[in-house]
């Protein structure tokens, strides 16, 4: 029996693929962002966006954006090294939030529950 390249496993062959188009962060390009300050400087004239979201967080305390196609609206504060939001859209409202934010490359990450909750990635795009 002889050996051809069908007989590598294709589950092999994809992790090897990732290892290329997904490197590492290196711990250097993650910053926790833990203060107001930091939080308006990189965000200014900024535009987050994910999938079905785009925003624009501005320091007066105003987001304003779109989500799956209706305005997004609502307010934000510091709470401690905490962002706290509160979201309308269409004919919703969220309750407030107050998220954990981390900066990863170009990437901002909220976590929700001050920390402990499910995370949103968002592309920081100025």
């Given at each position: 029996m ?5 007989t590598?496993?294709?589950?092999l062959?994809?992790l ?33 966006s ?17 989500m799956?196609?209706?305005?997004l ?39 929700s529950d ?5 995370s ?5 795009r100025?």
């Amino acid at each position: 029996m002889s050996l051809s390249h069908h007989t590598v496993p294709h589950g092999l062959c994809a992790l090897a693929c990732l290892a290329f188009l997904s490197p590492p962060a290196e711990a250097s390009d993650t910053h926790t962002i833990s203060n107001r300050n930091d939080f308006v400087a990189l965000v200014a004239g900024a535009q987050l966006s994910a999938l079905g979201v785009t925003m624009r967080i501005d320091g007066d305390g105003r987001i304003r954006g779109e989500m799956l196609g209706t305005g997004l609206s609502g307010r934000w504060h510091w709470r401690d090294d905490l962002f706290c939001r509160q979201l309308s859209w269409g004919d919703r409202r969220s309750k407030e939030e107050c998220q954990t934010v981390t900066l990863i490359s170009q990437t901002l990450r909220f976590t929700s529950d001050a920390g402990e909750g499910q995370s949103k990635d968002f592309w920081l795009r100025r």
